[in-house]
């Protein structure tokens, strides 16, 4: 993307997430990835008033070959943290979440910002006023509920009792003390109790395996008893899942975490065929998405802080809270979270 109209949308950003004059916000980034994205970030507080400082990690020295969340070259640097708790909004271009560093910086009141996607999707899924109303509204419906019940016609019949962990919204942008969010996104998520998640849940064709960044080719059937999956059946697709989970040597990892539902509907299902690269939230968001995550909860605040973690969303599928309706066949039903003019 032109680098000018890079810098017109962080400003844009920026607006959205509150900042003004006189606050200090602090941009993260590693290596050479995303120096454009810093520049732009830069100017756009700059332009706001802002006073703006950019912390730029050495590049890796080494990989492990799959993606452990939670494990941050931040954690050697502790001066940098320091730095970053005394800032009002941190833009993490790196990926802090579920780190240690991470809750350290917003328990001191910085609210973060995530940006790691594509530029041509950072504009096209710009957080708007209306968009982040209805996530709202959902948070509200999902905050009350003691139940959530997921079908579909696959066979997915999946129960998580609810009210032990907090409800969590993200749309896009971030203006509160404290407060995380994700460029772009459109959801709500809550947690099923660590022993509250019992049924059976069926991938079908065309669900997302994130982050592996594939479509589900064939029907994975998985069996969920007490909070933890207990059997993985299926294709390909089932022992590839089964494998990865396996590798990280962790039981933790067959943990059920977050549960919601997706609110964009500019977003796009097919999104992954138009922009590789990025970290799918294009697929997170898409209008009447259920996903569940497998993994660590320790962002709802539970004990599980696996690196082993998926996120899939599903199609079609029918969300129930308290037996009342959300998504009934992959569309949203509850008029207050429906974009103007949807039938």
């Known amino acids: 993307m032109d680098?000018?109209?890079?810098?017109?949308?962080?400003?844009?950003?920026?607006?959205?997430?509150?900042?003004h004059e006189g606050e200090t916000i602090a941009v993260l980034s590693q290596g050479a990835e995303r120096l454009d994205y810093a520049d732009a970030?830069?100017?756009?507080a700059q332009r706001l008033g802002a006073t703006a400082y950019h912390v730029r990690l050495p590049e890796e020295?080494?990989?492990?070959?799959?993606?452990?969340v939670g494990q941050t070259a931040l954690g050697a640097n502790p001066q940098v943290v320091e730095a970053f708790k005394q800032a009002d909004m941190l833009v993490d271009l790196k990926f802090l979440l579920f780190s240690k560093e991470q809750f350290a910086i917003q328990d001191a009141g910085t609210r973060i910002l995530t940006v790691v996607e594509p530029a041509p999707l950072l504009a096209r899924l710009m957080p708007t006023r209306e968009l982040r109303e209805r996530v709202e509204v959902g948070a509200e419906l999902l905050g009350k509920a003691t139940s959530?019940?997921?079908?579909?016609p696959a066979g997915t019949d999946v129960t998580y009792r609810l009210g032990v962990y907090p409800t969590m919204s993200e749309y896009g942008c971030t203006d509160q003390p404290g407060r995380w969010d994700?460029?772009?996104?459109?959801?709500?998520?809550t947690g099923g109790a660590d022993d509250g998640v019992d049924g059976t849940i069926v991938l079908s064709p065309g669900d997302v395996l994130l982050p592996f960044n594939t479509y589900v080719q064939s029907p994975v059937t998985l069996t969920i008893e007490q909070g933890f999956i207990t059997d993985i059946r299926g294709g390909l697709d089932a022992e590839l899942l089964s494998s990865y989970i396996k590798s990280f040597d962790d039981p933790r990892g067959y943990g059920m975490s977050h549960v919601g539902w997706g609110?964009?509907?500019?977003?796009?299902?097919?999104?992954?065929?138009?922009?590789?690269?990025?970290?799918g939230m294009e697929l997170r968001s898409f209008y009447g998405n259920v996903m569940f995550s497998i993994g660590p909860n320790?962002?709802?605040?539970?004990?599980?802080?696996?690196?082993?973690?998926?996120d899939i969303p599903m199609r079609g599928c029918s969300l129930f809270l308290d037996d009342e309706p959300i998504v009934r066949d992959g569309d949203v039903v509850v008029p207050e979270m429906r974009p103007a003019g949807r039938k």
Do not use: K, Y
């Open 298 to 310: 320790n962002e709802l605040g539970g004990p599980n802080d696996t690196p082993c973690h998926f």
């Open 148 to 152: 959530m019940r997921i079908t579909s």
């Open 263 to 279: 609110l964009d509907e500019r977003a796009h299902w097919h999104g992954l065929m138009q922009f590789p690269g990025g970290m």
């Open 3 to 19: 680098q000018n109209l890079l810098n017109d949308i962080c400003v844009r950003q920026l607006t959205m997430s509150g900042v």
């Open 41 to 44: 970030f830069l100017f756009a």
């Open 61 to 68: 020295s080494s990989a492990s070959g799959a993606w452990a």
């Open 182 to 189: 994700h460029w772009p996104a459109a959801f709500v998520f």
